[in-house]
């Protein structure tokens, strides 16, 4: 039964993804997904609803629906429903999917569960180390934004809506979010792959910023 809901879901997820921007597309689904059943491993958690959370998690990122928030969790819902889900485990996976985004890191959330931080923690391993850094460039040459411009500094403590709404050049990203995540991984075993990818990105910047002044 669980087999067949996942598989279900998997299908689900690749045929509503199928043209979706390369960072966030299946793949990035499928690597949240194997991340957090990893991370799940040495977590009290339901491991049913991690799947599903991590599966679901980004169906319809508010980005890509001109800041629509809601339609995430409603597409899931209409999914999970069409499935015969418990309702409770899709309350649970709505309150996942409405919780789960960095937002500028000062959003203020009301909701936390294990499952909720086992995801967030594979949703935020993606967003740094050598995907990350893919990833953040992927979607600002999908933005068309600067890679760099030693005129705009970074803005540190966005509110929710300044956060959405940045033009900044893909560097500045770095600093307003790629790099606060180490210190709000939730789980021990998120906490230490962070640390890893991490430090590459450091690397990466020290590295990026040489060549930009041709020093190496």
Not at 32 to 42: D, G, H, L, P
Not at 50 to 70: C, N, P, R
Not at 137 to 164: D, V
Request: proline letters at 2%; glycine letters at 6%.
């Amino acid at each position: 039964m669980k087999k067949d809901l996942i598989d279900q879901t998997v299908t689900f997820v690749k045929n509503t993804l199928k043209d979706a921007e390369g960072g966030h597309d299946w793949w990035h689904i499928y690597r949240v997904w194997q991340t957090a059943q990893k991370i799940a491993e040495k977590e009290h958690v339901d491991l049913l609803v991690v799947e599903l959370g991590a599966l679901l998690h980004d169906i319809a990122d508010s980005k890509f629906y001109d800041g629509d928030e809601t339609i995430g969790a409603q597409k899931a819902r209409e999914f999970l429903c069409s499935q015969g889900v418990r309702k409770e485990i899709i309350i649970h996976i709505e309150n996942i999917i409405n919780h789960i985004s960095f937002k500028g890191g000062n959003f203020k959330h009301t909701f936390s569960s294990p499952e909720l931080q086992v995801i967030q923690d594979a949703d935020r391993l993606d967003a740094i180390g050598a995907i990350g850094i893919a990833r953040t460039f992927s979607y600002g040459g999908f933005k068309s934004r600067e890679l760099y411009n030693p005129g705009i500094a970074p803005k540190l403590n966005m509110t929710k809506e300044e956060y959405k709404n940045s033009t900044a050049p893909t560097i500045n990203h770095f600093y307003e979010k790629l790099l606060l995540l180490k210190d709000r991984m939730n789980t021990t075993t998120g906490k230490a792959m962070a640390e890893e990818r991490h430090r590459f990105m450091e690397q990466f910047l020290e590295v990026f910023y040489a060549e930009w002044e041709g020093k190496r």
